[in-house]
């Protein structure tokens, strides 16, 4: 005859659950997969900013030139174009949108916050996460043509000029990470 326990001693033991040699176990191996998994979840990430950037820059790039088509903001761009106007030299885009001419009204009608950089790379060396935009008048020799060409880049340096974060013709101020002055009718991305 078989000797069998009381009720309520086998709903005990079938109820018992993982003992703690087990729960230390899975805990490692998760541990482990987290470990092996997350270098390329990092990557991943990095990634999506990078091209989040790019994007950035391009809006930025298609607001301004969009901005240009407004007769005021092109009059009130081209008066700043002067040896001591805001628009002479290389502006940051959080800049632009503290001033109050037709020009950057025209720009923020376009972007309603000014973007900033987020990605490692487009930051670059100094961590400067500011997009750059420049406008400039350029005069054709042989035809006598004026003519705006307008650029936007990754960083107050140009850190990134070479890692594809521009938009348009770059400026002759603007240095690249080797050093070398870029040439100013080099079309990088875009033609203008």
Not at 37 to 59: C, F, H, W
Not at 67 to 85: F, K, M, V
Not at 124 to 134: L, P, Q, R
Request: hydrophobic share 40%.
């Amino acid at each position: 005859m078989r000797h069998r326990l009381p009720a309520s001693d086998r709903t005990a033991r079938s109820c018992a659950g993982f003992s703690l040699l087990e729960l230390i176990i899975a805990v490692s191996v998760l541990v482990m997969m987290t470990g092996a998994l997350s270098p390329a979840l990092v990557r991943y990430i990095e990634k999506g900013r990078e091209r989040r950037d790019t994007q950035n820059i391009e809006m930025v790039y298609s607001a301004v030139s969009g901005a240009l088509y407004d007769e005021i903001a092109y009059d009130a761009l081209r008066s700043g174009l002067s040896e001591n106007g805001v628009y002479s030299a290389p502006i940051a885009v959080s800049t632009l949108f503290l001033q109050e001419d037709a020009f950057s009204e025209a720009v923020k009608d376009y972007i309603p916050t000014p973007p900033r950089l987020i990605s490692r790379e487009a930051r670059g060396k100094n961590d400067s996460n500011e997009i750059m935009v420049s406008v400039r008048e350029r005069v054709d020799d042989a035809t006598g043509i004026r003519e705006l060409q307008t650029a936007v880049w990754a960083g107050d340096g140009g850190h990134c000029v070479d890692k594809g974060y521009v938009s348009g013709i770059l400026p002759e101020t603007v240095k690249t990470d080797t050093g070398a002055d870029t040439e100013t009718e080099e079309f990088l991305e875009e033609d203008v």
